[in-house]
Structure formats: C-alpha cells, structure tokens
C-alpha cells in the first residue's frame, strides 16, 4: 500500500509551490518540471539549455520560451555579472 494517498500527496505539491510564489493546477505537473528544469541545476552544476529542456517536453524552442520564459528570469542578479561593472 502507499504510504501517502493521491489526495495528500497533491496537497503537499500544492504547498511547495505556494512557498514559492507558483499556483497549483492540474496542469501544475508539467509547469513544474519547466520550473525546475529551468532554474535548478544538474548534478555536475550546469544548467540545461531551452533546446535541452524543450527536447525533453517533447515541443520546440519556441514553444518552450513562449510558455516557460519567464523561469529563466528568476535570479537576474545572479546570472549576470554586469552590475560589477562600474
């Protein structure tokens, strides 16, 4: 038997994603896996690419940056080091 029930397990993603500012719907799944595709990084501490990302959603660039660009933007600060220059 499973320890959490369907019912409970959504609960706890819809938690998740309430603590970081995202709405949970039942199309939250695959929102989410773009979420995290995009911001977080692989093993070796790189991030994937939107080529990579749309490959693995199973739609192309375009499509990928249409529904899921606004990720990429999440940490501006730390993805540029140009406010180092003076």
């Known amino acids: 038997m ?23 719907t039942p199309y939250s799944f695959r929102h989410r896996y773009a979420y995290v595709a995009h911001t977080k990084t692989k093993q070796d501490g790189t991030m994937r690419t939107v080529k990579q990302i749309a490959d693995l959603m199973g739609h192309d660039q375009n499509t990928n940056l249409k529904s899921y660009a606004r990720f990429q933007t999440k940490d501006l600060d730390r993805a540029s080091d140009l406010s180092e220059i003076t």
Not at 3 to 21: P, Y
Request: hydrophobic share 30%.
């Open 2 to 24: 499973r320890k959490k029930s369907i019912k409970n397990v959504w609960k706890s993603l819809c938690e998740e994603a309430k603590a970081e500012g995202l709405e949970c």
